[in-house]
């Protein structure tokens, strides 16, 4: 079984910091592109990051600049590190990967999601 562990949403102040963390585990072959989504209340899921296994990145318009995607592959970790945070970037942030497990089967997982608030 194969499942990704998310962590480090929270409540920031605008212009503030917030470093959300995605951990994959269980029966895991392989760990190809890993990504960060989010979703506000009444709108879509959207695209926020992504990072292919050799560290290849692409980030939405809205965060550029300011969002920064890595990853652990030995921990088989992935980061969002958000700076200068605006009421907009409200939503629960979602953590996805591209997993291959140990039968050879190939599929994307969900982490739970995380709140991430940003408000005075």
């Known amino acids: 079984q194969v499942q990704l562990v998310e962590s480090g949403g929270g409540l920031v102040q605008p212009g503030g910091s917030l470093r959300l963390s995605c951990a994959a585990s269980g029966s895991i072959f392989s760990v190809n592109n890993m990504g960060w989504y989010r979703q506000a209340p009444g709108k879509e899921r959207e695209l926020v990051a992504g990072i292919t296994s050799v560290r290849s990145t692409n980030y939405a318009d809205s965060v550029k600049g300011r969002f920064t995607i890595s990853r652990d592959n030995a921990k088989r970790t992935v980061y969002l590190q958000m700076n200068s945070l605006k009421p907009e970037d409200t939503a629960v942030y979602y953590c996805?990967?591209?997993?291959?497990?140990?039968?050879?089967?190939?599929?994307?997982?969900w982490g739970q999601g995380t709140q991430v608030t940003v408000s005075s």
């Open positions: 996805n990967a591209d997993i291959i497990d140990t039968t050879m089967s190939r599929r994307p997982y």
